[in-house]
């Protein structure tokens, strides 16, 4: 028994030091800087529109990494009809870790982003209690930095967004579908795809 | 567009089909996808199996185009007896790909493949195959075809070691090669296992190591095929657990609490590389070259104990994920550490408290500070107490409260405007009670309050925050009429509001908008016989905004237009004693967002399977 005592404190204090080498402080923060620029556009999302409309259109138009994730869920499934260009065994599917990573390339590969979305004609919202899913229409225009300089790409399509409430009962997106538009133009995933 | 998945009892022994067809119309798409598995032969000869997956999808965009897109995979498989130490295996497999009327691509796919299977003493098991592969890609009037040898090739060696009683040590060593010298489009896939069990009654170990390396080659553009780009990948994983569990029953005092408490350890370490090569550029949206390497390791400590009435549990995690691109510009670090800890004290027989907590925090860190990102934090307090109360058999007493706060702490003073605190606030009582075995009542009361800040605002009259306020009483009612029949009936009514917070001698809401929602939902469970069951139901909710305009001193509520809709539904279960399932889901739903437009949404879906 003693043995066995003795080695259930062996095994508890090699754990412990083989984990203080990579361990992380769970309770505090670095401190901040006193701020110097402006602060982002982000509203409270207690409306799905609000998430969707103000939240994610403002952080693409501002190419704000940090708000960009905060729109998205954790279990975010983002979807796409098929990409134009790419690996062979691209995935038609991804989650939150490669938005926020797509985002943070993307910002840093452009030199500006306009987008314009507006509700998708001859679709109706569709409202749950919830689950909300929204259809929009979208025209971007990004700015993108290249070897020879700075070109300018436009990308169209349709995107259908369902919207759940996170455990702070407020709304964010939890499927992201986007769909190529009839004339087979180049798409938001296309965009996405290239800063994967 | 809803899975539907119907299970059916398969054997490698007994024949057997298994199928599943599912349709939905749905918001202007229609889906249908339909699966066979046919699995037919005697372990002693020849035994075949057949496995085809039919997926169709129509999508009407707006501006009365469609999206049609066909993906069809077939594979069959034909063994010859298990009990043979060298086995016979053949496979022919075939894929398309197709995007109809849009872009009028296509993608074919199809691979043969035959040889054998040898299994030597000591569970050491070789297989070998050979065959040839073609595909064909076309888009317009472009067109490529290609085709060479196809192999796979397949060693596998365990091993178990028995140390007494209950003491094992069970190995087992894996490798596996795929791929064929098509002329354009060459792959090749290897992949390599190690695994490593060791258990007894108080300890146990598992390691495991795997490795995964490609090779391919592919067509950047969807349109054209006059270039090929390369693809190269490489993926590790090492995985490692260590548990250890220890009770004791007699000793000293000190001893005897701390023998009662169970430990576990889990260790994970991940590591996954993909690197991208791209013969020539296809223009600015084509692959890019360069590598994307990503990084991954994360461990976790816990231990749980039970003493007396009290019961303790605690869990410590970290994390640990790089990112690394083409440019020090974009790379990221991120480091996240978190606590778990709950403690439960069962009072009194009828009476139990209890307590949860998690506090995380997630580092941000990047090598280069740039315009659109910087290092910054992440950080998140959740705490929660609850106190269960048996008043009688049928009746429980259960109410909760919740305090949960996310701070965002970005650490640039061109980003830090953007800091903010979260602050939530639940109070949950839920009364259930059973007045007889027929009716079963939950009623659950909650009331939450939402106060965001940014942090570097100045409290100031202009407003310091906001407050979103929302109660909500949601009564659950189960009616079991007939051994065969019962009723579910489900209430809410919420209350919610939002405004800013300002100060008037203490920070009091501003509303700006509130709003009231009332939901029912019914549903009947019949089973006329034991193979049949029948659900019908309807719901309906309806919604009422009041905007609040400030006029002088005083506020006008101006009502919205009321949000409403309603659905009625039908699902169906027929499960025959000959080995039928069949299902029938069926939907119709109107909803009125007050805009004017009244939307109409029915979907249906059949599934079905059988055994032989």
């Known amino acids: 028994m003693t043995t066995h005592f003795q080695r259930s404190i062996g095994f508890l204090v090699l754990l412990s030091l083989t984990c203080l080498g990579c361990a992380k402080d769970p309770f505090s923060t670095r401190p901040p800087s006193r701020p110097t620029g402006e602060q982002g556009t982000y509203r409270t999302p207690v409306d799905p529109q609000i998430a969707l409309d103000t939240n994610l259109y403002y952080a693409m138009v501002e190419r704000n990494a940090s708000h960009y994730p905060l729109t998205l869920a954790d279990s975010l499934v983002y979807v796409f009809d098929y990409l134009l260009t790419g690996p062979p065994d691209s995935a038609l599917t991804w989650g939150k870790l490669e938005e926020d990573r797509i985002a943070r390339n993307l910002f840093a590969g452009t030199t500006a982003i306009s987008v314009a979305w507006w509700p998708t004609p001859g679709r109706s919202d569709r409202y749950e209690d919830t689950l909300t899913t929204l259809y929009r229409t979208y025209e971007i225009t990004a700015s993108i930095l290249e070897q020879e300089g700075t070109k300018s790409y436009d990308f169209k399509g349709e995107m259908v967004v369902q919207l759940a409430r996170n455990p702070q009962d407020l709304w964010w997106i939890v499927r992201w579908e986007d769909l190529h538009k009839g004339d087979g133009a180049p798409s938001w995933a296309d965009l996405k795809s290239r800063f994967r | 567009m809803i899975v539907l998945f119907l299970p059916a009892a398969e054997s490698a022994a007994d024949p057997s089909v298994t199928g599943l067809s599912a349709f939905s119309s749905a918001s202007h798409t229609l889906t249908w996808s339909d699966s066979l598995r046919v699995h037919l032969g005697d372990p002693a000869r020849l035994s075949w199996d057949f496995a085809q997956r039919l997926d169709l999808l129509r999508k009407e965009l707006s501006g009365g ?59 050491t098991t070789l297989e070998a195959q050979l065959g040839w592969t073609a595909s064909r890609h076309r888009a317009g009037d472009n067109r490529a075809d290609d085709g060479g040898f196809a192999r796979r090739l397949g060693a596998k060696w365990g091993a178990i070691r028995r140390g007494g009683p209950s003491a094992r040590l069970k190995t087992s060593i894996q490798l596996l090669h795929e791929g064929d010298n098509r002329t354009h489009l060459p792959s090749n896939e290897t992949k390599w296992s190690w695994q490593t069990d060791w258990a007894q009654p108080s300890d146990s170990v598992f390691l495991e190591w795997e490795e995964q390396r490609g090779d391919s080659r592919f067509y950047p553009s969807r349109d054209r095929f006059d270039q090929i780009g390369r693809q190269e990948k490489l993926y590790r994983l090492a995985h490692g657990r260590w548990s250890h569990a220890s009770s004791g029953d007699s000793g000293k005092a000190l001893m005897r609490i701390v023998r009662a408490v169970t430990w576990r350890a889990d260790a994970l370490i991940s590591l996954d590389q993909n690197i991208y090569h791209v013969s020539q550029s296809v223009g600015g949206l084509g692959v890019v070259p360069g590598d994307v390497r990503t990084a991954r390791r994360s461990y976790s400590l816990g231990a749980t104990s039970s003493l007396g009435p009290f019961g303790f549990v605690i869990d410590y995690r970290y994390r640990w994920v790089e990112d690394r691109f083409r440019e020090v510009r974009r790379d990221q670090t991120a480091e996240t550490g978190e606590l778990d800890a709950g403690l439960t004290h069962r009072l009194t027989p009828a009476d139990s408290l209890g307590v949860h907590a998690i506090f995380r925090v997630t580092s941000y860190t990047i090598p280069v500070s740039g315009a659109f990102f910087d290092d910054r934090d992440q950080a998140e307090r959740v705490v929660e107490l609850f106190w269960r109360r048996q008043f009688a058999p049928g009746l429980v007493f259960r109410p909760e409260f919740s305090f949960q706060r996310q701070h965002q702490v970005i650490l640039s003073a ?85 405004g800013g917070l300002y100060d008037r001698g203490g920070w009091v809401q501003a509303v700006d908008w509130d709003r009231r929602s009332h939901l029912l939902d019914c549903r009947l469970i019949w089973r006329p016989w034991k193979t049949v069951s029948i659900e019908p139901g309807m719901g309906l909710e309806y919604k009422h905004s009041y905007n609040h305009r400030r006029e002088g001193t005083g506020v006008r509520r101006i009502a919205d237009k009321p949000f409403w809709r309603r659905q009625v539904l039908l699902n169906a279960q027929w499960q025959s004693r000959f080995g039928y399932n069949i299902r029938l889901s069926v939907a119709r739903r109107v909803q009125d967002s007050g805009l004017g437009v009244r939307d109409l949404d029915n979907r249906w879906e059949l599934g079905m399977s059988k055994d032989l």
Request: charged share 25%.
């Open chain 2, 65 to 123: 185009t469609d999206l049609r897109q066909k993906g069809h995979h077939a594979l069959l498989t034909a063994r010859s007896p298990e009990t043979h130490p060298c086995r016979l295996k053949i496979d022919l497999e075939g894929e398309q790909r197709s995007f109809v009327e849009t872009l009028n691509r296509q993608t074919l796919w199809s691979r043969f493949l035959a040889g054998g299977l040898w299994r030597a003493p000591g569970q």
């Open chain 2, 414 to 498: 061109e980003e830090s405007a953007n800091n903010n605190t979260n602050d939530v606030y639940v109070l949950e009582p839920r009364v259930e009670w059973r007045p007889s075995r027929a009716i079963t009542l939950l009623q659950t009361f909650s009331i939450r309050a939402h106060y965001r800040y940014l942090d570097f605002k100045p409290a100031t009259d202009q407003g310091h925050g906001t407050l979103y306020r929302r109660a909500e009483s949601a009564t659950d009612t189960r009616l079991t009429q007939t051994r065969r029949t019962a009723w579910t009936i489900r209430y809410v009514y919420r209350y919610e509001d939002f």
